[in-house]
């Protein structure tokens, strides 16, 4: 039920299908490495592998980046991974940075709120773009990784076979003719209606709303900055809630939920939209020429698999969970699902590990799922008020909000941040810290030098040692020495806990593993051989 009008600002390029050397239908080469899926999760996973050093090969059944814009809105957790991952000046090129926004209850606002951006951070807490700029970005990192990644545009996934114990079968369909492939390992990215999944019958657990959304993107000349505005009740749109995005090249993003009763179909016809659109501008005071480029409706859900793993099969993105758009934890989550399992996969696949840190992605994973999805729900909730009860309680936060600060809270979008794996089966020791990221803990940011902290990570274990000196070829990882006069803000010895000789190891995607204040080889092996398996390490 989407409808488009004026195109977006972009064009995408269509991509051809090729079919590679067959022998009797099946492809002569088998590929350690299957992803399913090259949205912005399927891509993102591909290039951390390329980055592990694994090929893949990706299979797409479109022609190209997605049309019609979905996801906007990038987190700052999402830009250290495309640091991590070569794909950064992208999204600063072109996303609009925001660090806050206005919540507006019938005429008046209620609240203003803002998002960690003190000038620890390297990067903004949010920028804005569309999708399809997105996986355009991603997609040309990959294809600068092409001798690591082999795209197979308009080729869909048919039929999966995972009856064989070292690997799967996939078979394909393309207009340039059909065939099967062998694959050590597959990655299911093919979004929220994944065929994997219903394929091998499995399920998503948890709960779907019945409110629906309105969402129009429209080209509209405006100077008003970047950030998020929310409308409960607003004058233009009565009874309804209104949330608003910038996005880049004069594009807007608007959401309107619809009222009890209201026919979805009938609610998405021009003819409906664009009043209420008009009224929209009209109360926010914009005078400018718009056209409307897309109109679609959404429905949230809040759904995840229990477990991520089927033997060679892992699931990632849509695939594994779909969490409500409040909150913009959908794309970014499945970003984090993909950096998560690339080094595991790229570990595995290389024989460096044991298949049991697979486990862990799951576990991970499905954990940072079930946090995701209790905010999403908390917000969704806040939005659409699922029943009379939800409704008082709304109404009665956003009327006393203007007069009590401590309400406000409770009006707070809480948009996404990085999740801590806190009961993580990796974890290793934490020995007598007061202060700083435990393990599981994502690296907070601060500077170092004339850089930043989490520019000295790269795509495999760091330890990050406090002190002038260490004896570094004594440790199996690599090793960044932080001496007390790269700290010239005096905050990061502090916000580390740390002291002279204190060590953190980190893992491939930016998590914290273990943390000694006086660590050593042995320390750090055992962590290591935690994670990797012991045999692999000795
Ligand atoms: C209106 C809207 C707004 C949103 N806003 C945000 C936001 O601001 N921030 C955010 O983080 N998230 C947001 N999201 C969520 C975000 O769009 C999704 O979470 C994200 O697209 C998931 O990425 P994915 O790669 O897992 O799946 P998808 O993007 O769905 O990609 C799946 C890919 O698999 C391919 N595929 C499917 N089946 C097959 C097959 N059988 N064979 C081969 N290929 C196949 C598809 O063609 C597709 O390219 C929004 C979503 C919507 C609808």
């Not at 996969?345 to 999805?373: F, I, M, P, T």
């Not at 707070?412 to 435990?438: C, E, H, K, W």
């Not at 007390?484 to 502090?494: E, K, M, S, V």
Request: one cysteine or more.
């Amino acid at each position: 039920m989407s409808r488009s009008f004026a195109p977006y600002p972009f064009s995408p390029v269509v991509h051809p299908a090729v079919v590679p050397p067959l022998a009797d239908g099946v492809e002569r080469v088998r590929h350690p490495l299957a992803i399913v899926g090259a949205g912005p999760v399927g891509l993102t996973a591909a290039i951390g592998l390329a980055l592990q050093g694994v090929r893949s090969v990706l299979i797409e059944a479109d022609d190209g980046v997605c049309a019609g814009s979905r996801a906007i809105c990038i987190s700052r957790r999402s830009l250290e991974i495309a640091h991590r991952l070569g794909a950064l000046d992208g999204f600063l090129q072109i996303g609009l940075p925001w660090t806050g926004g206005r919540s507006y209850y019938r005429d008046a606002e209620v609240l203003h709120f803002s998002m960690p951006a003190d000038d620890n951070q390297k990067l903004p807490p949010m920028v804005n773009l569309a999708q399809y700029h997105i996986e355009e970005i991603l997609l040309r990192r990959a294809e600068s990784l092409a001798e690591f990644i082999d795209i197979r545009w308009q080729t869909r996934l048919t039929a999966i076979d995972t009856s064989r114990q070292d690997g799967v079968g996939l078979s394909l369909a393309s207009p340039a003719g059909d065939y099967a492939l062998h694959a050590d390992w597959v990655v299911a990215c093919d979004g929220g209606r994944s065929f994997i999944r219903e394929s091998l019958g499995l399920k998503l657990e948890g709960a779907s709303y019945e409110g629906r959304y309105v969402i129009v993107d429209i080209l509209l000349d405006s100077t008003r900055p970047a950030e998020r505005l929310a409308y409960f009740d607003p004058p233009c749109n009565p009874g309804s809630t209104v949330l608003v995005h910038k996005q880049p090249h004069g594009v807007w993003r608007i959401d309107y939920q619809l009222r009890d009763g209201e026919d979805p179909e009938e609610a998405v016809k021009p003819e409906n939209v664009m009043p209420r659109v008009e009224s929209l501008l009209a109360m926010m005071g914009e005078a400018g020429d718009w056209n409307p480029i897309w109109i679609t409706i959404y429905k949230a859900n809040a759904l995840t698999m229990p477990d991520y793993r089927l033997g060679r099969v892992l699931f990632a993105g849509d695939a594994a969970h779909l969490v409500p758009i409040f909150g913009v934890r959908g794309a970014n989550s499945g970003i984090d699902d993909a950096d998560n399992l690339a080094w595991k996969l790229g570990h595995v696949v290389q024989g460096k590990a044991g298949q049991c840190l697979l486990d862990s992605y799951s576990a991970e994973r499905v954990a940072a799922a079930r946090e995701n999805l209790f905010y999403g729900t908390k917000s969704t909730e806040f939005m659409a008020p699922p029943s009379f009860a939800f409704d008082l309680m709304r109404t009665a936060v956003l009327g006393l909000a203007t007069r009590h600060a401590k309400l406000r809270s409770l009006i707070n979008p809480r948009q996404t941040s990085p999740i801590a794996y806190v009961d993580s089966p990796l974890n290793g020791a934490s020995d007598g810290f007061s202060a700083g990221p435990a393990p599981g803990s994502v690296l907070p940011e601060c500077q170092v030098g004339d850089g930043f902290l989490t520019e000295l990570l790269g795509n495999g274990f760091v330890a990050l040692y406090f002190g002038e000196e260490i004896d570094a070829p004594t440790l199996p990882c690599a090793v960044r020495v932080l001496p007390r006069a790269c700290d010239h803000t005096g905050r990061l010895y502090p916000m580390y806990g740390a002291s002279e000789g204190s060590l953190y190891l980190v893992r491939p995607d930016g998590h914290v593993l273990a943390r000694w204040h006086d660590a050593c080889r042995a320390d750090v092996n055992a962590a290591l051989g935690h994670v990797l398996g012991e045999s692999i390490l000795s």
